[in-house]
């Protein structure tokens, strides 16, 4: 008889391998092209430490605004969905595509979710776009600013899951107007079918935050601009974060949202220093 806690693992392993190399390929497509400009780990420059932290301090504030308003709200986030995964998906597509088509196959992509309101669906877009942007803002930063960020957002993550809770409350109030800025894990496989109404956190469903495969996706990607084989290790280390929080996660007495990205940072960073010193 399979065991279904290991049948969760597995897919959010593959899951994760799929989202982590198809951005590393995406990267290395978008650096040997010259489309993001290359910037050398002993030199400043490219997307600064403080432009990254600004932009997603801006971005989590309008989020709270927008839960608060009413009416409307859901409209709001769903045009944020489709907005960000456009430009991941034009991303993916331009680096492997001429303009037009990439073009096309971005909208197609970003329009998926809703044309067809389905787990498979929901993941199939989060790849995509996730895969993009943390490729191409891994390009834009150096290894120190990638770094750093993992850093701060793992302290942040702690600080908004278990002290101000913001972090819950945003989610849930996204979910509740439909829209799912996360990677849907079903138990049964047979669920990837299911429709997203359908899906809720602890109802046969693991909900895995986008940041949690974008930021070591990032920082991986920072590395590939020197070392393949770090980039590699990061992406290792990154794994055995996360085969780390499903193990806590599916240990606790109640299972209750907890902060992901400090224990994949930490593999993550971990694996990096490895690579430096084999």
Not at 9 to 29: D, H, N, S, Y
Not at 30 to 53: M, N, T
Not at 84 to 107: C, R, W
Not at 134 to 145: E, H, I, N, P, R
Request: without cysteine; aromatic residues 12%.
């Amino acid at each position: 008889m399979s065991n279904p806690r290991l049948n969760l693992l597995g897919k959010e392993i593959i899951i994760f391998l799929l989202t982590q190399a198809l951005g590393l390929f995406v990267a290395w497509r978008l650096w040997e092209r010259r489309v993001v400009e290359y910037v050398p780990i002993e030199k400043a420059g490219g997307l600064a430490l403080y432009d990254f932290l600004l932009a997603f301090a801006l971005a989590t504030v309008l989020i709270i605004i927008f839960l608060k308003l009413p009416g409307k709200s859901a409209l709001i986030f769903e045009l944020m969905f489709v907005f960000s995964v456009f430009i991941g998906a034009d991303i993916v597509f331009e680096a492997l595509l001429p303009q037009a088509p990439a073009l096309v196959l971005a909208v197609i992509v970003a329009l998926l979710r809703f044309l067809a309101p389905r787990v498979w669906a929901q993941n199939f877009v989060i790849i995509i776009s996730v895969a993009g942007v943390a490729a191409w803002l891994g390009l834009s930063m150096t290894l120190q600013v990638a770094m750093s960020i993992l850093i701060l957002l793992s302290i942040y993550d702690v600080i908004a899951v278990y002290k101000t809770k913001h972090m819950v409350v945003m989610m849930k109030g996204m979910m509740e107007r439909g829209v799912y800025f996360s990677i849907i894990v079903p138990e049964k496989t047979k669920n990837f079918l299911s429709h997203l109404g359908a899906a809720r956190p602890g109802e046969g469903f693991m909900f895995l935050g986008t940041g949690d495969i974008a930021f070591p996706l990032i920082f991986a990607a920072s590395a590939l601009k020197y070392s393949f084989i770090s980039s590699i290790a990061i992406v290792i280390g990154a794994l055995l974060g996360i085969i780390a929080v499903h193990i806590l996660f599916i240990t606790q007495r109640e299972r209750r949202p907890m902060p992901a990205l400090p224990p994949i940072v930490l593999g993550a960073i971990i694996g990096f220093l490895v690579s430096r010193i084999i």
